[in-house]
């Protein structure tokens, strides 16, 4: 085994040292061997395993999700259908929040391009967040 240090670990993958603790303490990481002086020692594995997390959470997979992706990954004859079926949930999540995002933009823009500019009184801008029904998007 090569005995990693928490720092290298952290240095090597790009993720903060509570974070590692962190995903230690939701079982994405298994809990790590300890030194003599009582600190946390990991090997090329737990490295690997912390770079497949952090791609996860950079591409939006939540924490759930992951550990599910993680045990599948760890099972290499299995067939790939589950997985499958995670990311597609997960793409779903991210059409869902474009579509949020993109009538959140337009009605901010609508807001903005109809507004007086003038004094508050007649800001448009103003109205619409006091009153959603002046918005043409129910949900954003």
Do not use: W
Not at 1 to 29: C, D, F, H, Q
């Amino acid at each position: 085994m090569n005995a990693i240090s928490i720092g290298v670990v952290s240095r090597e993958t790009g993720v903060k040292v509570p974070t590692i603790r962190y995903y230690e303490s939701v079982g994405l990481l298994p809990s790590p061997e300890r030194t003599d002086s009582n600190r946390r020692s990991y090997d090329d594995a737990t490295v690997r395993r912390l770079r497949f997390i952090r791609h996860a959470r950079e591409l939006g997979f939540e924490v759930d999700a992951i550990r599910q992706l993680l045990d599948l990954s760890d099972q290499p004859e299995r067939s790939c259908a589950e997985v499958d079926v995670i990311a597609r949930s997960h793409l779903a999540e991210i059409d869902e929040k474009i579509a949020r995002l993109t009538a959140l933009r337009f009605e901010v823009q609508r807001m903005v391009d109809e507004g007086e500019h003038g004094r508050v009184a007649q800001c448009r801008v103003i109205e619409v967040l006091g009153d959603h029904a002046a918005c043409l998007h129910e949900r954003h």
